[in-house]
């Protein structure tokens, strides 16, 4: 079965830090374009981070660059979002996607091109 399973959210003080996973399962995740999505209430999903599977690129939206770091663990099948210095406008549901035709240009900041979604993990940043 194909599936992407996101996990490592929760609840966390401002300044604080999580680390999301996005398991894959029944394809090899090494080979496609990872990206980061989230959703806060009320708003649009917008494109967090993005891990290229084309040149090894990677994508950082303005709001989260220096913040987030996105990594793979090729052998666990398994793409990471390192969140650092959160902060109260991070709250939001956050997933993963895949596809396999592109890299992360022009795509990472759309929902329409992924092949595969999570079900969503949930960030809250309150104090």
């Known amino acids: 079965q194909v599936q992407l399973v996101e996990s490592g959210g929760g609840l966390v003080q401002p300044g604080g830090s999580l680390r999301l996973s996005c398991a894959a399962s029944?394809?090899?995740?090494?080979?496609?374009?990872v990206g980061w999505f989230r959703q806060a209430p009320g708003k649009e999903r917008e494109g967090v981070s993005c891990?290229?599977?084309?040149?090894?690129?990677?994508y950082y939206a303005d709001s989260v660059k220096g913040r987030f770091t996105i990594s793979r663990d090729n052998l666990k099948n398994t793409v990471y979002l390192q969140m650092n210095s959160l902060k109260p406008n991070d709250t939001a549901v956050y997933y993963c996607?895949?596809?396999?035709?592109?890299?992360?240009?022009?795509?990472?900041?759309?929902?329409?091109?992924?092949?595969?979604w999570g079900q969503g993990t949930q960030v809250a940043v309150s104090s």
């Open positions: 996607a895949a596809q396999a035709r592109w890299g992360c240009k022009d795509i990472a900041t759309s929902t329409l091109w992924w092949d595969y």
């Open positions: 029944g394809f090899t995740l090494n080979y496609y374009t």
């Open positions: 891990a290229s599977s084309i040149n090894g690129s990677t």
